[in-house]
């Protein structure tokens, strides 16, 4: 019998269900988010193994023919989500787009990590063998098309394409760049469907649309948006769950007897293990996010800073400031881990990714730890964000000081997260 908190995940996943794909929330998000559904698929795998796989199917079935995948799928139109297909006017399949609209970046690869943690919990290896080749694909895209000329790091060209859309971790670059005088005027949807001081600033919106701009007006030729794009920062977010998925990839290619591929994507992370110290901020101690161009690194602790468990890379030395900057915000917090660094310029903790608790990214942190063998965080970092869905409900961000839920209601992450790790039964069934 499935208890209270259970039940209401399994409601939120069915009824934020699409017919096989899932939004993250009603109204605010209203379409298939990559991440957020790779996510979705453990929860759903908790109840519903068929419909786990399927929301992986639907996803890769917006792939496009250079092997992106895209931030957004947009099935359908719904005005009520600003930017919208009309504004992102990608490529039709015939050249080179995918089946349908959808954003023209990309967003960050956990999927490889996760259709293993699906295949190795007991999954159907036909339905995981079947998506190895379109993965192989996004990964050979992420690759090529987003590591800049004369440079051997990947790279982000949009705060969107990190999943982290407003995390201070972006000033460097989003400082360095102009609004495009010429972007049309809009109007913004997410501070309809919710509070306004927990969303990304007007001057943030303008530049986002700048960058969506320079997109379209260079019909979505991913080199060139690579490399002369107006922004371009390496994130360690994006580093270490691509090396982490590059590793799954690696461990899927052995299990579907696709050792064909397998010195290929040895070599893509033999060249992240030797790109890992680009992200490596000697002032702050710190894996931090990047500006390409000039150098500049952000200048504050991140959750994706704590990411180098998970993609197990960085020194021993390395782990260990890590390490500390986690102890040092864990006396400063109620709830671990927010999202920014509580004692660096710009935290706020119910402003989107510059303070909030972020479910997924407690999840694969927490992984990554208990991996590593640092129980006691990683312990820590479970728990408290059960203790947030128990208090606040099954909110899109969580308030770190008062444990407040804020963003989304009924958000299906938050429930995925809740079924597959947070939940007794969960926690049962993995012991
Ligand atoms: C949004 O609309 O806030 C999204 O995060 C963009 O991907």
Sequence with gaps: MPSNLDQQAIDILRSNDRGGYTVPTARLYPYQWNWDSAFVALGFATFDLNRAWRELELLLDGQWCNGLLPHILFRQNDPDYFPGPSVWCTPNQQNGGGKFPSGGISQPPVLASIVRMLIESGGDDSRGKALFEPMLKWHRWYHRDRTPDGFDIVASVHPWETGRDNCPDWEPGLSRMAVDSDIEAYVRRDTVHSDPSQRPSKEQYDKYVTMIKFGRDVGWDQRRLTNEG?????????????????????????????????????????????ATNTLWNPELEAFCARDVRSGAFSCGFSSASALCFWADAGTDDQRAATLEHMRRIQAKVTYMLPSWDPDAAMFEPQRYWCGP?????????????????????????RDDLTALITKSGFRECFDPLTGEGCIGKDFSWTAAMWLAWLSPRAKTEAA
């Design 230 to 274: 107006p922004f371009l920062m390496a994130d360690p977010g994006i580093h270490f769950i691509l090396l982490r998925a590059d590793r799954d990839l690696l461990a899927l290619a052995k299990r579907f007897g696709r050792e064909d591929c397998a010195s290929e994507i040895q070599g893509w992370i033999a060249a992240a293990e030797g």
């Design 357 to 381: 608790v972020w479910p997924q990214m407690n999840h694969i942190i927490s992984r990554g730890l208990a991996e590593q063998g640092e129980h006691d965080l990683a312990n820590r970092i």
